[in-house]
């Protein structure tokens, strides 16, 4: 069986799936809800490897994902 696809993000607190979020309508405890990535990693049939922290500087950010895109490399769509 081929090993899917990989779709690799970064990001800040709006990326970061353990992000406690202010909003109150929502659950208050770590990945109660899915994040950007995950919905889009569902519309593409991508597996998705999250690198998203709150807090992440941009430079953090892009050396982040560039580091899983040389651990995973011919598997990055």
């Known amino acids: ?10 990001g800040c607190s709006y990326t970061d799936p353990n992000y406690l979020t202010n909003d109150k309508s929502l659950p208050q405890e770590r990945s109660a809800w899915k994040m950007w990535p995950e919905y889009l990693g569902d519309a ?4 998705v490897v999250n690198t998203g922290s709150s807090g992440s500087s941009n ?4 050396h982040n994902v560039l580091e899983k895109i040389h651990l995973y490399g011919d598997r990055v769509d």
């Open 1 to 10: 069986m081929a090993r899917r696809k990989l779709l690799i993000t970064g």
């Open 44 to 47: 593409l049939d991508l597996e």
């Open 59 to 62: 430079e953090t950010i892009f």
